[in-house]
Nanobody, 125 residues
Framework: QVQLVESGGGLVQVGGSLRLSCAAS????????MGWFRQAPGKEREFVAA????????YYADSAKVRFTISRDDAENTVSLQMNSLKPEDTAVYYC??????????????????WGRGTQVTVSS
């Protein structure tokens, strides 16, 4: 049974920071790319960031560039998303995901095979 569990969400003021973590269990994910997506109320799920299977390649949505950093720790089977300079428009449920196809990940949610249940991030102004 594959499980992804996100944590670290919460309420933060504009300009603040949060660090999201995603713990994977049931399988070793060191061979797979991982990603973060988010979904705001009334909007479609959107890509935030992805990291390749070996951590050597990362890429971000334009909205996340500079402010967010994705990283992974394969010894702990975790992927993290450090979010700085948060804005109200970052408010959303954040999901981590794993793709078994393509070691470099994808910006398309349809390419991911396993998903967590999400963690709420709320940025207040």
């Amino acid at each position: 049974q594959v499980q992804l569990v996100e944590s670290g969400g919460g309420l933060v003021q504009v300009g603040g920071s949060l660090r999201l973590s995603c713990a994977a269990s049931g399988r070793t994910f060191s061979r797979y790319a991982m990603g973060w997506f988010r979904q705001a109320p009334g909007k479609e799920r959107e890509f935030v960031a992805a990291i390749s299977w070996n951590g050597g390649w990362t890429y971000y949505a334009d909205s996340a560039k500079v402010r967010f950093t994705i990283s992974r720790d394969d010894a702990e089977n975790t992927v993290s998303l450090q979010m700085n300079s948060l804005k109200p428009e970052d408010t959303a449920v954040y999901y981590c995901a794993v793709t078994r196809t393509g070691g470099y990940g994808s910006i398309s949610s349809s390419e991911y095979d396993y998903w967590g249940r999400g963690t709420q991030v709320t940025v207040s102004s």
